[in-house]
Every structure is written in structure tokens, then in C-alpha cells.
């Protein structure tokens, strides 16, 4: 029994680790630039067909904290980005504005109910 505690524990202490800000999950959104994405404003909502260098640094800038970060932050403050999201013209943005390919793990974990 006691082998099992310790084993139990030790799984515990590990998932610890790998779960971003420990077992709370707490992210500070006020250092998640989730609003950045605002210069991407006319692009993602259809009204330009490319985007601008403003929204494609806005873009990058989600690449400097972990994907679940921005996605834990956008579902919690929708009201970050001014428009609805357009998923399809968001993960184009990855091409358009020559990304890495973790800007996909951001795209893969934003809500399902944005355009």
C-alpha cells in the first residue's frame, strides 16, 4: 500500500511539473499578448486579403509565451480581440506571415465556436 502512495505521488509531483503554472493553471493574462492581434483586425474579418506587417508582429508576439497561454486568456477574455475570430484566416496567418509551425498549436486550441 504504501509503495502504491509513493508511486501516486510521484505521478503527481511529475504532472506538476508539466502542467503550465503548476495544478492551478493560473496564467496572468495581463502578460499574455492576447490583444495583439488586433492589427489583424481587417485581415481575419475579410475586409483586406492580406495581412499587414503590424498584424503579422502582433502574430509573432503570440509565439513568445506557450500556446495554451493565449488560448487559457482568449477563452477567458474574449473581449481582448475586438472581432470574432475567424479560424481558417487566423491559421493562414502562419504562411502569410512566414510563422513557425507552433503558431498551429495556438490556432488547434482556440474555442471551436469563432468563425
Given at each position: 500500500?504504501?509503495?502504491?502512495?509513493?508511486?501516486?505521488?510521484?505521478?503527481l509531483?511529475?504532472?506538476?511539473?508539466?502542467?503550465p503554472?503548476?495544478?492551478?493553471?493560473?496564467?496572468?493574462?495581463?502578460?499574455?499578448?492576447?490583444g495583439?492581434?488586433?492589427?489583424?483586425?481587417?485581415?481575419?474579418?475579410?475586409?483586406?486579403e492580406?495581412?499587414?506587417?503590424?498584424c503579422?508582429?502582433?502574430?509573432?508576439?503570440?509565439?513568445?509565451?506557450?500556446?495554451?497561454?493565449i488560448?487559457?486568456?482568449?477563452k477567458?477574455?474574449?473581449?481582448?480581440?475586438?472581432?470574432?475570430?475567424?479560424?481558417?484566416?487566423?491559421?493562414?496567418?502562419?504562411?502569410?506571415?512566414?510563422l513557425?509551425p507552433?503558431?498551429?498549436?495556438i490556432?488547434?486550441?482556440?474555442?471551436?465556436?469563432?468563425?
Amino acid at each position: 500500500m504504501a509503495k502504491i502512495m509513493i508511486a501516486s505521488f510521484s505521478v503527481l509531483m511529475i504532472l506538476m511539473c508539466l502542467v503550465p503554472g503548476g495544478i492551478s493553471g493560473e496564467v496572468d493574462c495581463n502578460k499574455v499578448p492576447v490583444g495583439n492581434i488586433t492589427e489583424c483586425g481587417p485581415f481575419i474579418t475579410g475586409l483586406s486579403e492580406k495581412p499587414s506587417p503590424k498584424c503579422c508582429e502582433g502574430a509573432q508576439s503570440w509565439l513568445s509565451v506557450p500556446a495554451i497561454d493565449i488560448c487559457i486568456c482568449y477563452k477567458g477574455f474574449p473581449n481582448l480581440v475586438p472581432f470574432q475570430l475567424n479560424l481558417t484566416r487566423v491559421a493562414s496567418l502562419q504562411c502569410q506571415c512566414g510563422l513557425s509551425p507552433g503558431f498551429a498549436d495556438i490556432v488547434f486550441c482556440l474555442p471551436r465556436n469563432v468563425l
